[in-house]
């Protein structure tokens, strides 16, 4: 079992900066991606970022390419996402998942563990 804290959001205006940071326990964190997911009211659950257990792979959603960027430490047990001009819509829960092998990346279904979440506001 792994076990997954978020922290970090919070209410900001558009244009401004938030990072958030994913603390894991539990099993070796080393040999799983690590994502960043998020879900808006209403909506499904969106991927935003991903990364390798290496951390030298990352992939981002179109939609925070540019802005968004994650991160890792694995000797810290802790994932990063740096979230810069931030807009309106990105106001969402934001998730941080873990993936054994086999990868799946950007699908949440194939991420095995989850964190409870940290709300992210936007004000425009």
């Known amino acids: 079992q792994v076990q997954l804290v978020e922290s970090g959001g919070g209410l900001v205006q558009a244009g401004g900066s938030l990072r958030l940071s994913c603390a894991a326990s539990g099993r070796p964190f080393g040999g799983y991606v690590m994502g960043w997911f998020r879900q808006a009211p209403g909506n499904e659950r969106e991927f935003v970022a991903a990364?390798?257990?290496?951390?030298?792979?990352?992939i981002s959603a179109d939609s925070v390419k540019g802005r968004f960027t994650i991160s890792r430490d694995n000797a810290k047990n802790t994932v990063y996402l740096q979230m810069n001009s931030l807009k309106p819509e990105d106001t969402a829960v934001y998730y941080c998942?873990?993936?054994?092998?086999?990868?799946?990346?950007?699908?949440?279904?194939?991420?095995?563990?989850w964190g409870q979440g940290t709300q992210v506001t936007v004000s425009s």
């Open positions: 998942a873990a993936d054994r092998p086999p990868y799946g990346w950007t699908k949440p279904r194939d991420y095995d563990y």
């Open positions: 990364i390798s257990w290496s951390g030298g792979s990352t």
